[in-house]
Nanobody, 125 residues
Framework: VQLQASGGGLVQPGGSLRVSCVVS????????MGWFRQAPGKEREFVSA????????IYSLSVKGRFTISRDNAQNTVSLQMNSLKPEDTAVYYC???????????????????WGQGTQVTVSS
């Protein structure tokens, strides 16, 4: 299973950006999909996740209300719409896939077996 993230870039505070992840090698319909981020000098942290059928989504407190995760199982893609971006959202954003994870564990980084290469998001004026 390979994940390819794209869509990062430079945006001003208050702006919007959409990052996407295309998965190849297997159908994502059996996988929970997550987004994590890592800022310089910090540990990788959970941002958002979505259940295999898309019926359940969860967000970190720092992005709740501003970010929206979605998936298209027919296209084998997952996306993260980021609005009202803040400088503290600056990080490398990683998509990840977890097979068979229970929903109570969906925020846990170690539950994800497959990872994309990351895409840089920079929020700065």
């Amino acid at each position: 299973v390979q994940l390819q993230a794209s869509g990062g870039g430079l945006v001003q505070p208050g702006g919007s950006l959409r990052v996407s992840c295309v998965v190849s090698g297997d159908a994502i319909s059996g996988y929970a999909m997550g987004w994590f981020r890592q800022a310089p000098g910090k540990e990788r942290e959970f941002v958002s996740a979505i259940s295999p059928d898309g019926s359940y989504t969860i967000y970190s407190l720092s992005v709740k209300g501003r970010f929206t995760i979605s998936r298209d199982n027919a296209q084998n893609t997952v996306s993260l719409q980021m609005n009202s971006l803040k400088p503290e959202d600056t990080a490398v954003y990683y998509c990840a896939a977890a097979y068979g994870v229970i929903l109570s564990q969906i925020r846990i980084l170690q539950e994800y077996e497959y990872w994309g290469q990351g895409t840089q998001v920079t929020v700065s004026s």
